[in-house]
């Protein structure tokens, strides 16, 4: 993974200073809340319904058991015990003082750790897939390649005040798990007919209150003007996105309402003017970066045999680990999603239990994902069972990766204060009445996801099935979505009808899943069998 150099360690102690002396001035008074409001976004502190709020910045979703495990001591130190792992691959702290946050950032320093644009109207932080760098199926680990974007972005002056928030997801497979195709920028690192190594830009998506999927930009951009088309992309919509009305200042606005065309067409002049003046970093720069992410010193003629016996750790094996591209070696998942549980929250503890485990089990390696799990990358398959044993003893080896009791949450309304409805408690019921593995598993994949307000930090628009909690009449009324999803086969979900209040929604889910049982033939998700058959039998048996 990245490490710092001594430019990247003096910067970040230099806004760590820069922030006391802003904090130090709004508790004396002289600075407005209005005049500190900018200043505390652009270091990832919000002000919620009851406290501060911190976003902990972890590019591209990787850390070290060292910085896991100070997660887990500001969870103790500075909030109540817990941090909350979000949906762009960071953790944030719900309970934070005003006057403890600078300390808070000066400990994150100290392991190569900041908040920097977690927040704001900038380039936030770059996500990609859970599994670069293990996964069997990816082209090349898509991380030098967000890591260069991040370098770029981070303090990029021209960028500094977009009109709106911006995303950027990496990836490198045709599997995509990250919701590529729903960022501002969504980047799949692809070869082309010769076999050269390219991106394909795809511009224009997000969610939110008008979701979009992103069409594509850029067919094949080669690797040495990455960060120039990038920029090219940016520049356009920096002069052109509006910024009169910020619900319709998003880039997937612009790329809308002018068209693909007419917006391909102003970034292809933008790029063609910007290689005239030789800003793309130069390729050596690139490997590099490709330097901090060298495969681990993995063992060979490891068997591939797991000892299945113990039938709890069988259900979690099958259910929890994914293909690695070494023999021997497999990818596993911790699940955040207890029977009950916050989707998401872990404690103190279970993040210092993780991070020993990521330094025992898997080179020093943890990743967080944007379905709020996280993932222990390269582990032997002979340490498994060993593995499994300490997670269940810590409450971390639920076996439900991909099934409706992996269900994405935001906060919602018991801490943000844009939302509209709860998120939690829904979350937890409908967790509690599927809680039956078998039955979980008799339903197969079927991704659950959940958002208390048309922010959709929950991403409900690509579930297939989908929670939007709203307001109506002071009442909590929760609209049920069907047919979304987030991978390759990116689309956006249809509400089914009239909301219901949070015990209705959950017996709506449950309905829906008994057409899907109902209905589907071999083979199919609850997805392929919705898109088969349509949205009307679901419809019937959910209104009667």
Not at 47 to 63: D, W
Not at 94 to 112: M, Q, R
Not at 431 to 439: K, L, P, Q, V
Request: aromatic content about 8%.
């Amino acid at each position: 993974m990245y490490q710092y150099d001594t430019y990247d360690q003096q910067m970040v102690d230099a806004r760590v200073a820069e922030f006391r002396d802003q904090v130090a001035r709004r508790l004396a008074g002289d600075i407005t809340e209005d005049q500190f409001k900018p200043l505390r976004l652009k270091n990832g502190l919000y002000l919620q319904l009851h406290a501060y709020m911190l976003r902990v910045a972890i590019p591209y979703g990787t850390l070290s058991g060292k910085q896991m495990r100070l997660l887990g001591d500001i969870a103790d130190k500075y909030d109540r015990g817990y941090g909350h792992f979000t949906t762009r691959q960071n953790i944030q702290y719900n309970w934070i003082k005003l006057d403890e946050t600078p300390d808070i950032l000066a400990d994150l320093a100290t392991v190569e750790m900041h908040a920097i644009q977690t927040s704001g109207n900038c380039i936030r932080n770059i996500s990609s897939d859970q599994y670069a760098g293990a996964a069997a199926d990816e082209i090349v680990d898509p991380r030098p390649y967000a890591e260069l974007l991040r370098q770029w972005s981070t303090f990029h002056p021209e960028f500094d005040y977009l009109p709106r928030k911006f995303k950027i997801a990496v990836i490198a497979s045709d599997t995509d798990r990250a919701a590529m195709r729903l960022h501002d920028i969504g980047i799949q690192l692809v070869k082309n007919a010769a076999g050269e190594l390219g991106a394909k830009f795809y511009v224009g998506g997000g969610m939110g209150r008008t979701p979009m999927i992103a069409p594509v930009i850029g067919e094949f951009v080669p690797l040495d003007h990455l960060v120039t088309y990038t920029e090219a992309c940016l520049r356009v919509y920096n002069q052109h996105g509006r910024r009169d009305n910020k619900y319709k200042a998003r880039i997937k606005i612009l790329v809308h309402e002018i068209g693909a065309d007419a917006y391909r067409a102003q970034v292809e002049a933008e790029f063609a003017h910007m290689l005239t003046l030789g800003l793309e970093p130069p390729l050596a720069e690139l490997e590099r970066i490709k330097g901090f992410f060298p495969d681990p010193a993995f063992e060979t003629g490891l068997s591939d045999t797991v000892d299945r016996s113990d039938l709890d750790f069988a259900l979690w094996l099958d259910q929890n680990t994914i293909a690695h591209k070494q023999p021997g070696y497999a990818v596993a998942v911790i699940s955040l999603k207890p029977v009950g549980g916050i989707p998401g929250d872990a404690s103190a503890d279970q993040i210092r239990l993780m991070a020993d485990l990521g330094e025992h089990y898997s080179f020093d390696e943890l990743r967080v994902t944007h379905a709020q799990n996280i993932v222990l990358p390269h582990v032997r398959k002979a340490d498994l069972y060993t593995l499994w044993q300490q997670l269940d003893a810590a409450g971390l080896a639920t076996a439900n990766l991909d099934l409706v009791g992996d269900i994405i949450a935001c906060p919602g309304l018991d801490y943000c204060s844009l939302a509209n409805a709860r998120s939690i408690p829904v979350a937890q019921k409908i967790s509690e009445r599927f809680a039956d593995t078998g039955r979980q598993r008799e339903l197969g994949e079927l991704k659950l996801k959940i958002s208390g307000c048309i922010n959709a930090c929950g991403h409900h628009h690509a579930g297939h099935i989908g929670i939007l909690g709203v307001d109506k009449r002071g009442l909590e009324n929760y609209q049920l979505l069907l047919g979304g999803s987030e991978g390759a086969d990116t689309s956006l979900g249809k509400i089914t009808g009239p909301g219901f209040d949070e015990d209705g929604i959950v017996d709506a889910v449950e309905k829906a899943t008994d057409v899907y049982l109902a209905k589907r033939t071999d083979g199919e998700r609850f997805l392929d069998t919705y898109r088969r058959i349509g949205m009307e039998p679901f419809k019937e048996a959910i209104y009667g």
